[in-house]
């Protein structure tokens, strides 16, 4: 029988492919769902309808981790060092409110622990930081064909192009806690 103590982080910055072949790599880390929070549009929004930015909704992802391997707060240093916190509603080409920078906390305690981690990110940028530190509403898992991206289409152009030096970037900066290779 399986006794972990799972806890949960939700967080966004820019596609949720991206974000979600990094936390794939990360020790403790047992699980990495893509999908949407963060609007106001009434029932369950589609991509589409995410990608309008009518709807509110960022891009995000829900991580599943054991607090005994890594901790919540070193998921978000991870977080913080692979992706650009200071551009507003932007990550690289991808451009729209539902690509924001934000940390979705699940209760105070990680609402402090996210307030910290991004004050002092602040001192290794030069522009300030624009991450968003709100309340988790309702998550809503993306799409089938979102899940596992990156591991599924590696060959892809955005992929090849986007992801694969992002996780470059990642080994290098977080080997000690990364997953065996």
């Not at 522009?127 to 799409?143: C, K, M, N, Q, W």
């Amino acid at each position: 029988m399986n006794n972990k103590k799972m806890e949960t982080a939700t967080v966004g910055g820019g596609c949720f492919w991206c974000v979600e072949a990094v936390f794939q790599e990360v020790k403790g880390v047992e699980r990495v769902v893509s999908g949407y929070t963060g609007g106001t549009a009434p029932g369950k929004p589609t991509y589409r309808e995410i990608c309008s930015g009518l709807t509110g909704h960022a891009e995000v992802v829900q991580i599943t981790f054991d607090p005994q391997l890594i901790s919540y707060q070193d998921l978000l240093i991870i977080f913080m060092t692979t992706h650009n916190p200071t551009t507003l509603n932007r990550q690289g080409a991808d451009v729209g409110t539902q690509y924001r920078s934000v940390i979705y906390y699940h209760d105070e305690d990680q609402k402090k622990t996210a307030e910290s981690v991004v004050q002092q990110m602040g001192t290794f940028y030069d522009d300030p930081i624009v991450t968003e530190v709100s309340p988790l509403g309702t998550f809503y898992e993306a799409e089938d064909y979102h899940q596992d991206y990156y591991k599924n289409n590696k060959t892809q152009g955005y992929c090849s192009m986007v992801i694969t030096p992002k996780l470059m970037k990642l080994r290098k900066m977080h080997a000690e806690k990364l997953k065996e290779m």
